[in-house]
C-alpha cells in the first residue's frame, strides 16, 4: 500500500491550496484518513480526519479554514485549505489506517508567506 500526496506550494496569506493523498496497491478497506502537519521545531500534530464514515475532526486552529473530504471510488482523500495563515506553514504528511494498519505518505511542503 503507498500514499501519494500532492500539492503543497508557496501560496500568500490569505490563499488556498488544495492537498490529494491517493491510496494505492491491495486496500482491502479504509478505516480512516487524514492530515498531520509538522512545523520547524515542532512536534507533528493531527490537522484533520475523516473515517469511512465520512465522520471529519479538525484540529481547533483550522476549523472553519480546512476542510476535509474524501472520494472512496478513487481511495482519496483532500484537504481544502482556505484563509491560509502564516502559522500554517509546514510539511503536511497524508495518514491512513487501511485494514487496521496505519500508512504514511511522503511529506507535502506548505509555505505561506508574502
Known amino acids: 500500500v503507498q500514499l501519494q500526496a500532492s500539492g503543497g506550494g508557496l501560496v500568500q496569506p490569505g490563499g488556498s491550496l488544495r492537498l490529494s493523498c491517493a491510496a494505492s496497491?491491495?486496500?482491502?478497506?479504509?478505516?480512516?484518513m487524514g492530515w498531520y502537519r509538522q512545523a520547524p521545531g515542532k512536534q507533528r500534530e493531527l490537522v484533520a480526519i475523516i473515517t469511512s464514515g465520512g465522520s471529519a475532526n479538525y484540529v481547533d486552529s483550522v476549523k472553519g479554514r480546512f476542510t476535509i473530504s474524501s472520494d472512496n471510488a478513487k481511495n482519496t482523500v483532500y484537504l481544502q485549505m482556505n484563509s491560509l495563515k502564516p502559522e500554517d506553514t509546514a510539511v503536511y504528511y497524508c495518514h491512513g489506517i487501511l485494514h487496521g494498519i496505519p500508512y504514511w505518505g511522503q511529506g507535502t511542503l506548505v509555505t505561506v508567506s508574502s
Open positions: 496497491g491491495s486496500i482491502f478497506s479504509i478505516n480512516a
